[in-house]
């Protein structure tokens, strides 16, 4: 469970990392595990991130949580919440992908980050209060610092866990979460994929391929 070498200069792991580590080697069985606990973070890099789409924390599904939020591994159906996105996702550009894993955005410098890393099997939001919240942050932050970030906040906990940062150069899109509880009351409609795009394109960056 080494820190990524790109973001390794965080904070974070100085000061909070130690004692999260130390309670994650008492913890059987948590996911997404050892190999895929900083996912996110080894698929991009702070110079790379253009997007940043928050969660809440893993999947508490064995096998479904792949470290990315939101995604899943390939083989998985879609859990509720990513059907949604992909049904706005084919709405807006007229295509989803094919599997539940997110990956390729990932590597496109999508910063897809939970707010909490780890969570116990069956029990959701099981580390929430362990001080990962810190972690999300400064990882924003750090992106922020080579340049403007489009910031997809769904639901109240993602926009409140980067409250305050979001700049007037960033693009900030904050819409109702996509859960079946609260899509039709603003994430619906809100065709966050190609607004993105639109707003990378105009400042001659490359947009994301949402639906390969």
Known sequence: MIPPKAWADLPFFQHDWPAIRDRLTTEPDWLPGRDRLFAALEATTPQQTSVVILGQDPYPTPGHANGLAFSVAPDIA???????????LHS?????????????????GV???NTALSVLPGKAGAHAKWGWGKLARQAVAAAQSHGPVAFVLWGAHAQKAV???????DLCIST????PLSARRGFFGSRPFSRVNDWLTAQGRPPIDWTG
């Open 78 to 88: 879609l859990p509720r919440s990513l059907r949604n996105i992909f049904a706005e």
């Open 92 to 108: 807006d550009l007229g295509r989803a992908p094919y599997t539940g894993d997110l990956t390729p955005w990932a590597q496109q």
């Open 111 to 113: 910063l897809l980050l």
């Open 163 to 169: 409250a305050g940062l979001p700049r007037e150069q």
């Open 176 to 179: 109702a979460h996509p859960s």
